[in-house]
């Protein structure tokens, strides 16, 4: 089955304590991106990638950072959270980035730090 | 400006009657594409339907169309014959040119949809 996957689904953390969340998909696209959704502020990028390799910052990047080493993978590296990191997390992939093409995301995380 | 606007943060509509979402959008590109995407409180993020600018005709998917109004910088979304299982939030998106050199996608805030009984 086509898919994006996310893992973990929820986590409470606290203030500091550095973590990772991980982000697959098996439909062999180049384009990924996370997203974080915030309400009344529908979803903002935070970091995007075009290819393996390739990254950059979206709208809201400050304290975040991710990787692209492989072209299914697309983790999202929070180093030291901080609460207005509290929110849902997406990735997402295109198989490009045409005016045409969907977005395939995964089933979000939902991230609390205290 | 906000490049993509949902003006109604709740909509009320009764089972089994169509309801419109608003969504208006600021692009000066001429080449965009336009999608509705639909939230249930599971919070998983389903794609409903695509416009894109040069198309001549409004897109439907089953109960879903879309009344895009190319001049007024429209795209509202249509749901007819409501289902309970249709109350969900709903985003409204476009993708568009970016500086980055590809076609980034910008949501609206959301419309929260309740359909009652």
């Known amino acids: 089955e086509a898919q994006v996957t996310q893992n973990p689904r929820y986590l409470i953390t606290v203030t500091g304590k550095k973590l990772t969340v991980t982000c697959s998909q098996n439909?062999?696209?180049?384009?990924m991106s996370w997203y974080r959704q915030d309400p009344g502020l529908g979803l903002r990028q935070i970091y995007y990638s075009m290819n393996v390799e390739v990254t950059d910052k979206g709208d809201v990047p400050e304290g975040y950072k991710v990787s692209r080493k492989e072209k299914r993978n697309f983790p999202l590296i929070l180093e030291s959270p901080s609460p207005n990191q509290t929110s849902l997390y997406f990735c997402?992939?295109?198989?490009?980035?045409?005016?045409?093409?969907?977005?395939?995301f995964g089933p979000g995380t939902r991230l609390t730090v205290l | 400006a906000q490049k993509i606007t949902q003006t109604q943060p709740g909509m009320f509509v009764q089972e089994k009657e169509a309801v419109t979402l608003d969504c208006t959008y600021d692009?000066?590109?001429?080449?965009?594409?336009l999608f509705w995407y639909k939230q249930p409180s599971s919070g998983e993020m389903i794609f409903l339907i695509y416009?894109?600018?040069?198309?001549?005709q409004n897109a439907t998917e089953g109960r879903y169309s879309l009344n895009f109004q190319k001049a007024r910088k429209s795209a509202n979304l249509v749901i007819s014959a409501s289902q309970l299982g249709d109350s969900a939030m709903y985003f409204c998106a476009m993708r568009e040119p970016h500086s980055g050199g590809y076609n980034k996608l910008i949501f609206g805030a959301g419309t929260r949809l309740a359909v009652h009984p």
């Open positions: 692009t000066s590109d001429p080449s965009y594409g």
């Open positions: 439909m062999n696209h180049e384009y």
């Open positions: 997402a992939s295109s198989p490009g980035t045409a005016s045409y093409n969907e977005q395939f």
């Open positions: 416009q894109g600018s040069y198309d001549q």
